[in-house]
């Protein structure tokens, strides 16, 4: 189904409303004023979905912003003049789209115009103006230790919204405000713009300078990089290069929607056909030199808080990742603390103890609940034996 024809009649509808400024003129007004309020109001996401009223997500809650609900109609005419021509092509060809989109002196988002039960919808996320510095994201100390690294594949996993982007961009700064480096990112769209420090940084972003990330991961090789940072691992194209490229001396940085380390590892080596398998597990258990993964919960103190899990990989990891024995990298973390590495469990006991998180939350984040009831035990142990 091809986008409505007929935008400039539903805008002039939307715009004759009530609630709208009489002096809007622009195909974009609507949506500009609708993402104007979004950070007003400090939300992260602008929800427009048929049927609803218009929502923004803050701090993991939904809250309306109008009350009128909108139609599919309506959210194309809305939504397409924002998208790039690339993202408009992607959408009249699938009836899905990803796009950056930038408000002259407010901001910068990430626009995802789909469809759901036959009608257009839009999540619009607004992007931060500003790199974190890796110190401000609360993340256990020795996840700094992968700015460190000077070749291999490093992957963070984690659900949607858990913040693996900001912790890219955290990593990348800190490399950029110590080291001469080499660094090129790709990216749908770039969600942090660096500016060169000590590094040099090349931001390419697909649809606007690379039609997809497997051709530009191909031509990100041959502009000689230390490091690049794939913004996310889609399609086993992007992860048979980049786990290459890092096989032959690069260090490539990536995301991916996963929840803890074995099914990080497992949704690569899945993800390609099956008599393939088999080859990627010895190409992946070669290349990877770190896998962290992270979810946000609720903090007591307001807000939400980063809980992760980092395996720095041993000899031992990579055999298990080659035999396909996944079950068995939890207990590589216990085995590698030395090197850095960390569990979930132990993350989540720290925050409960310092007051920062619930313990029914922590209960309910963990993987190996078991473990996580032994460490919290332990803990209120020790600090009843203080004296």
């Known amino acids: 189904m091809d986008p409505s024809p007929d935008l400039d009649r539903i805008v002039s509808e939307l715009n004759a409303r009530p609630e709208a400024d009489g002096d809007e003129a622009s195909d974009t007004a609507i949506l500009d004023r609708w993402l104007s309020t979004l950070l007003a109001r400090g939300g992260s ?25 909108l139609n599919g109609s309506e959210i194309e005419a ?3 003049p924002a998208l790039t021509p690339h993202a408009l092509q992607q959408y009249r060809a699938g009836q899905i789209a990803d796009s950056s989109y930038r ?31 890796l110190s401000e994201l609360r993340l256990p100390p020795s996840v700094e230790s992968l700015s460190h690294l000077q070749r291999g594949l490093v992957l963070i996993g984690g659900p949607a919204g858990s913040g693996k982007s900001t912790t890219l961009a955290g990593l990348i700064h800190e490399i950029n405000r110590r080291d001469a480096r080499h660094i090129v990112t790709i990216e749908d769209p770039i969600e942090y713009e660096h500016t060169h420090v000590r590094s040099v940084i090349e931001q390419v972003e697909i649809g606007t300078d690379a039609p997809d990330f497997p051709t530009a991961l191909r031509a990100a090789l041959r502009q000689a990089p230390d490091i690049i940072v794939v913004g996310e691992m889609r399609d ?97 973390i216990t085995l590698t603390k030395k090197k850095g590495s960390f569990s979930l469990e132990e993350s ?3 925050l409960v103890s310092q007051g920062f998180i619930d313990r029914e939350d922590a209960l309910l984040c963990a993987i190996h609940p078991d473990d996580l009831e032994i460490l919290l035990k332990a803990e209120n142990q020790t600090r009843a034996a203080r004296p």
């Open 45 to 69: 996401d602008l929800l427009l979905v048929p049927g609803a009223p218009v929502c923004i997500l803050h701090e993991g809650g939904v809250k309306n912003i109008e009350a009128e609900p």
């Open 78 to 80: 809305i939504v397409l």
């Open 103 to 133: 408000i002259a002196g407010v901001g910068r988002f990430r626009i995802n115009l789909h469809r759901e039960r036959g009608q257009a919808a839009a999540a619009i996320r607004a992007l931060p103006s500003k790199v974190p510095q």
């Open 236 to 332: 086993i194209e992007t992860m048979q290069i980049a786990v290459a490229a890092a096989e032959t001396g690069h260090l490539v940085l990536s995301t991916i929607h996963t929840t803890d380390v074995a099914s990080t590892v497992s949704r690569i080596s899945d993800s390609f056909p099956v008599e393939r398998q088999n080859t990627i597990r010895q190409e992946l258990a070669m290349a990877l030199t770190a896998v962290l993964t992270q979810v946000l919960l609720p903090c007591k103190t307001g807000g939400r808080m980063p809980v992760a899990e980092l395996l720095m990989m041993s000899y031992g990891a990579r055999q298990h990742i080659r035999h396909n024995a996944l079950q068995h990298l939890h207990q590589e």
């Open 348 to 350: 989540l006991v720290k």
